[in-house]
């Protein structure tokens, strides 16, 4: 270990020697934690860390203002629809993904490093529940259509498939994570299929360029981002993993989408036999100003622009036929070879731009107090897992339904959109659709026929309310044998279970 000497002096040439200010007032055992911290911060990487982070925050936010010039929509031939395209290309998207997943090339990747603290939990994200019926978090929904989507692909070719689930945490995450999956007997897949890794922390920094201090022992530290994912891989011998096991293509996901379909065949198919190395899912964006960033062209090469770069004069901009011309959101769901991620980790990753996030980070005052800031007064540095677009020699994006497959969940219950509420308001509502499509019919708490339409109630809600287990269907499909012609009485759980019934 690292003496006290070694480490001080390699702070004092980083300009931050102020992380060892109450190194007197310290215990044996912190004081060795504290050392095995700060020797792990090489004294000119922090340095320029904090630099960098100083800098890059006291930059004029807003629309950068040579963009304009620059930026240009997607390319038609790259673009891809789910919506607009006909029956007989959605199913041959939908059967060369069905091959790709049932031949074991296929896994996903779920992106889980980050807190939340904007939705007011301090546990991972996955594990909330958004107050379903069945009382299912993130993780469990995610962990059945895993299960579903292989069950699919096997009986489509009559073989037996495994798609891997690598799981990138952080510091926060890894330990209550691998926890909940333990309680909950990694819901039914196979343990050697569940991959958790963990990705890099970086110090979090005052606007003068000081790293923080969260506790007298210990530096405040934060993921590097959802873009860090590309060390991890790399620091964990994942890649390697996934190339043990025939893993030739990637679905790389971010956990808050109540909705998200993991291996989607239709996204697979559709990227495979487009030979794309790198794949975006996008939605319509709802109006000019929605906070999502948009997937477009700069300087000729794909790129995701972030809403707050845009002048509202570019988001505003419309094609002859009214659509916006910038219309592409992000949704933080990729398709990657492995190949590509093998070409970023190995060439592009010190090309990744870091980027600036003001946050409130809790920190130690001169006298020693734990402070919890009521405005933000740190940076934190991350990366974007997209900034790797501009490397792709064949992207493509494919544009899906925000209704079917796109439901983020950020804030708490206080804020107005994109919080439990209306996660789980879309989950049921799609999950009614799904039920009137397969022929049901729902009664009220009297027993009177429900009125069948197609909006929701004036407090949000679907006119009736219906939970349909991933296991029983991945997205809508073979319901009608469970539920065609039965009358359901609202709430209604059709789980695995009520599924072995007879229909009545």
Partial sequence: MASEQDVRAQLQRAGQDHLLRFWADLAPEPRAALLAELASLQPDVLREHCQRASAACALAPGPLPDLAARLQPLSPECLGS??????????????EGFRQIALNKVAVLLLAGGQGTRLGVTYPKGMYQVGLPSQKSLYQLQAERIRRVEQLASQR???????????MTSEFTLEPTIK??????????????????EQRMLPAVTFEGKAILERKDKVAMAPDGNGGLYCALADHQILEDMKRRGVEFVHVYCVDNILVRLADPIFIGFCVLRGADCGAKVVEKAYPEEPVGVVCQVDGVPQVVEYSEISPEIAGLRRADGSLLYNTGNICNHFFTRDFLEMVTREFEPLLKLHVAVKKVPYVDEKGNLVKPLRPNGIKMEKFVFDVFRFAKNFVAFEVSREAEFSPLKNADTAGRDNPSTSRRALLAQH??????????????????????????????PPAICEISPLVSYSG????????????????????????????
């Fill in 432 to 461: 009614y659709h799904w039920a009137l499509q397969a022929g049901a019919h729902f009664l009220d708490v009297h027993g009177v026929q429900i009125p069948e339409q197609s909006g929701l109630l004036p407090n949000g809600d």
């Fill in 82 to 95: 789910v919506i607009r395209c006909d029956q007989e290309t959605r199913l041959r998207w939908e059967e």
């Fill in 477 to 504: 499909e073979g319901l009608e044998m469970y539920l065609q012609g039965r009358k359901l009485q609202s709430p209604f759980i059709l789980d695995e279970n009520q599924a072995r019934l007879p229909q009545p």
């Fill in 180 to 197: 909940f999956f333990k309680e909950h007997d990694f819901f039914h897949l196979d343990p050697t299929n569940v991959v958790l890794f």
């Fill in 157 to 167: 070719l009559g073989t037996h498939c495994t798609v891997p689930w690598y799981i």
